[in-house]
């Protein structure tokens, strides 16, 4: 059985007090948990502070490319099924240049997780406004305040097909790993969003401003994940600060409903063509 | 042209059935025995512009190239007549549809054959069905005994029922029975060709890589629908899910290419195709592939560009793209396949290529190739083998200490071997940012230098062995003049040289492999030379400019240019080299 200590990779270098910390701890811890054994999980991530989690993640992983994370994640599930696959990266990562990628990731129910480490900052780029600041939020690229709209990922993740949706808070480790664990445990794709604070370059979202606002939905009596309606409602009202497993349902997952599924990995195929079946394939073109 | 060829084109707006009654002719004649290559002409819509599909066709020997010249003409509207007539023959005919009135400026130099297709398939209750009736006076014109087409309409509408078989046959006997009666004395019977022993097959280029790319043990083919390559996402879909593949339509085409690193990066030979624009989106993960050492495969089929430029026309203009497009620079093999059969054997290359190496290939086909059709004896499946790399094994990595496997390990010949996701003790986290041995972020300077040289070193081998595979020339040792081209181009190259009458001052060098470039074998050729004569698919002259760049003889070079969408004519080739 895999200990913490085999899903620990070399020292993370985030700011003291970074959100990504819990995040990390959390994974890890989870993985523990579930018995998985490092060489069986893969940790994908996105450019950005949060991005460097697969490096300090003693699993299996690719540090890939800003925003790129979910297209790599889904190639590596599409390869191999028997894997534990995991996507992570911060917001601008997941919702600004990689939101294409995520809303056709929710559509598709490849089965993965993605955590995004959601500071409402750029991080690693030193503070720059991000697609889920808060209007009026003022940055290096926003010195009159944000004027847009920010970008409300959970709603987007449920009008986009996403299986499993939930919102998870640094500040509240065990919430955040029960919340982990259960996405890691659905089968399909599933959202973490994690509010995970950055103490560098946000002093308008920090660990007060979320403790003070966020709704825990989990705790809410007689709240039902599987009603969408509700979730979307329960979501606006909360203008999104909340946290819990919000939505989930039930569908197949891509490696299932695929032409041409296999029971195992694909990577497990024989790459060997009998003669047989090699002439077939070239007879199609016989004249 | 020689006696024992013939060449003949159907042409309307697009939606007309052209291309099926191209095919069905394509389909008889190659099983008659006919070497042929079936060239489609089209455009970039659904519904109406001018479209058409043109047969060069040899008793004796294989055909590479459609021919600069037209024998036989069926147009379904006035446009095909004033879009083809220039390249009719001298006594060439045109069988058009008598719905319209038609004209020619070739005036008496061809015969023009009203036949009522429309008329006759309207009767018959079927207006598509004219491209039967067009078949049946096609038949008679070249002389063809009905048999061969009556084998075919049973072959193609057999499941459906003999009411379609009937019906069909009808409208070509209509079709036959009509020219026979009314332009008997124009029938110009074709060279008869004899059946092969064995069915020839009759493939385009697409097909060949999907084939290829099949045989070579790929198993991931994630891209985005683009013409001219969106036939090897089709094919593919096919027949890979037989073999427990998967096929998956991306969002766009950085997601299509990132999807095929991911699967190779977790052990699944991967690929994704396109064509230039798709190309361009993938610049960001070319580089990605290539410092992560993660083998990759990308198909790009040419086209017209630049941004969406000619869809639909042939062009050889990706050259420097593909050579040096994405930020920083990383290795990279380009391989140009020289012919649609040199598709399927290039693929096989690739992915060994691809994961001996650990760098991204870029197997560059165009629009003419990749689309059009010839028909060859067959394909030679003992020249596929697949060559998986250096992997680490389980037993070496339950060696080692727990966490010393080094995945990006300095080896003298830069190549480190890799291991697989679900390997114990092989975990590494593969990474985009310069890093060190076990593949940690690093910043520091000797460090940095010593991994960028060891990605370089990796392809000295193959800089090597590309000079035996990567470019063929056939000519006169010390020939004066040499003709230079890449990938599709050869095809009329070679036949270029024949008519020049295999003059013993000319040669012909055809590159396969542009990067690494094959210099020992090339240099050689241009140091003898007085004159490089590159036929160059594109405006700027980008296999010139690699020429000049990789071996020099920039006072030599003398570029054919050709950015039109069309591909080169021979006569163009034989021109310019006397010119
Ligand atoms: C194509 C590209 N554009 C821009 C960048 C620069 N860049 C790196 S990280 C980043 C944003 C980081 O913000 P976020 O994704 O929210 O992650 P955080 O650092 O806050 O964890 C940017 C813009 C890049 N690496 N690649
Ligand atoms: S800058 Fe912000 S997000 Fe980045 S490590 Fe520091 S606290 Fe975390």
Same mark, same amino acid.
């Given at each position: ?5 085999? =899903? ?49 993640? !003693?699993?299996?992983?690719? *540090?890939?490319?800003? !925003? ?29 240049? !990689? ?12 089965? &993965? ?50 299986? =499993? ?13 029960? &919340? &982990? ?73 891509? *490696? ?25 394939? &070239?007879?199609? =073109?016989?004249? | ?11 309307? $707006? ?16 190659? #099983? ?11 455009? /970039? ?173 790929? #198993? ?45 990066? $977790?052990?699944? #030979? /991967? ?147 890799? /291991? ?34 060891? #990605? ?37 190259? $070679? ?85």
């Amino acid at each position: 059985m895999a200990t913490m200590a085999d =899903f620990r990779y070399d020292k993370a270098t985030w700011c003291p007090g970074c959100g990504d910390f819990s995040v990390l701890a959390a994974l890890q811890q989870v993985c523990v948990r579930m018995g998985l054994e490092p060489e069986d999980v893969v940790c994908v991530s996105g450019i950005g502070c949060s991005g460097k989690i697969s490096q300090h993640f !003693g699993s299996y992983g690719f *540090h890939t490319l800003h !925003g790129r994370s979910l297209p790599t994640a889904q190639g590596v599930k599409m390869a191999n099924q028997d894997l534990t696959v995991i996507a992570a990266g911060g917001d601008g990562d997941g919702y600004g240049i !990689g939101v294409g990628h995520f809303i056709h990731a929710c559509r598709r129910n490849v089965d &993965i997780t993605y955590i995004v480490m959601d500071n409402h900052i750029y991080g690693l780029t030193t503070g720059q406004a991000s697609p889920t600041s808060k209007k009026g939020h003022k940055t290096k690229t926003s010195p009159a305040g944000v004027g847009e709209e920010p970008l409300k990922p959970l709603e987007l993740a449920i009008v986009s097909g996403a299986s =499993f949706v939930a919102q998870a808070f640094s500040g509240e480790l065990k919430q955040m790993q029960n &919340i &982990i664990e259960a996405a890691m445990k659905h089968k399909g794709f599933s959202l973490v969003n994690v509010f995970s604070p950055c103490v560098t370059f946000n002093r308008v979202n920090t660990y007060e401003w979320f403790k003070e606002h966020i709704v825990n939905l989990d705790e809410e009596e007689g709240y039902d994940p599987t009603d969408k309606y509700n979730a979307m409602k329960r979501i606006a009202e909360t203008e999104s600060v909340c946290t819990g497993i919000l939505y989930r349902e039930e569908r197949p997952a891509w *490696h299932e409903y695929v032409l041409g599924a296999t029971e195992t990995g694909t990577v497990k195929q024989t790459l060997d063509i009998t003669p047989a079946d090699a002439a077939g394939l &070239i007879d199609q =073109f016989r004249r | 042209m020689t006696t024992n060829e013939f060449t003949w084109k159907v042409g309307g $707006a697009q939606g007309e059935g052209i291309d099926s009654t191209g095919e069905i002719l394509a389909t008889v004649l190659t #099983r008659m025995g006919y070497y042929i290559f079936a060239y489609r002409h089209f455009m /970039s819509l659904v519904k109406g512009g001018h479209t058409n599909y043109k047969i060069r066709a040899s008793t004796d020997r294989e055909v590479k190239y459609h021919g600069d010249t037209l024998e036989m003409l069926v147009a379904f509207d006035q446009t095909t007549i004033d879009e083809n007539e220039d390249e009719l023959v001298e006594g060439a005919v045109i069988i058009h549809d008598a719905k319209f009135q038609a004209s020619t400026k070739r005036g008496g130099a061809v015969h023009l054959c009203a036949v009522p297709l429309s008329q006759f398939a309207k009767d018959l209750g079927n207006s598509i069905i004219k491209n039967m009736v067009a078949a049946g006076a096609s038949s008679y014109m070249l002389g063809i005994d009905p048999s061969n087409f009556y084998e075919q309409i049973e072959a193609q509408f057999g499941k459906k029922g003999a009411e379609l078989v009937n019906l069909n046959k009808n409208a070509f006997d209509q079709g036959y029975n009509y020219v026979k009666e009314h332009y008997g004395n124009l029938q110009k019977p074709v060279p008869v060709a004899s059946k092969p022993e064995k069915a020839r097959l009759l493939m385009s280029g697409n097909e060949c890589i999907g084939l290829g790319a099949t045989l070579a043990g790929c #198993r991931i083919l994630a891209a985005y629908p683009i013409t001219p390559a969106t036939e090897i996402l089709y094919w593919v879909l096919a027949n890979l899910p037989k073999f427990g593949g998967k096929v998956l339509q991306a969002e766009d085409e950085i997601a299509a290419c990132i999807m095929a690193i991911g699967a190779n990066f $977790a052990g699944v #030979r /991967s690929m994704t195709s396109t064509s230039g624009p798709g190309l361009s989106l993938m610049m960001e993960a070319l580089g990605m592939s290539g410092i992560s050492e993660t083998p990759l495969v990308i198909v790009d089929v040419q086209r017209g560009g630049p941004s969406t430029g000619l869809p639909t026309k042939t062009e050889q203009s990706d050259l420097y793209e593909a050579l040096y497009g994405s930020h920083g620079e990383t290795p990279r093999i380009v391989i140009a396949p020289t012919s649609i059969e040199d598709c399927f054997y290039q693929m096989i290359n690739a992915f060994n290529l691809a994961e001996r190496y650990q760098v991204p290939v870029i197997v560059l086909s165009d629009l003419l190739m990749g689309m059009n059709k010839r028909s060859f004896p067959d394909l030679d499946l003992s020249r596929v083998t697949i060559d998986r790399g250096e992997v680490v094994t389980q037993a070496q990595l339950d060696e080692m200490e727990k966490g010393a496997f080094k995945r990006y390990a300095l080896t003298e010949s830069g190549i480190s071997p890799r /291991s697989f996701p679900g390997m114990k003790n092989g975990r590494y986290c593969a990474l985009t940012n310069e890093h060190e041995e076990t593949g940690l972020e690093i910043e520091d300077v000797p460090m940095r230098e010593a991994q960028m040289k060891k #990605r370089f070193r990796k392809l000295s081998t193959l800089e090597r062995d590309v000079n035996e595979w990567g470019v063929d020339y056939s000519g006169p040792d010390g020939a004066e003049t040499i003709l230079v081209g890449f990938g599709s181009t050869e095809a009329q190259i $070679a036949e270029a040289m024949e008519q020049l009458g295999g003059a013993t001052n000319v040669g012909h060098l055809q590159l396969r492999c542009l990067m690494p470039f094959p210099k020992d074998a090339v240099r050689p050729h241009l140091e003898k030379a007085q004159r490089v004569v590159v036929v160059d698919n594109n405006y700027t002259g980008q296999l010139a400019g690699l020429l000049c760049k990789e071996i020099g003889f920039h006072d030599k070079m003398d570029v054919l240019h050709k950015y039109n969408g069309n591909p080169f004519t021979v006569s163009e080739i034989v021109s310019h080299v006397k010119g």
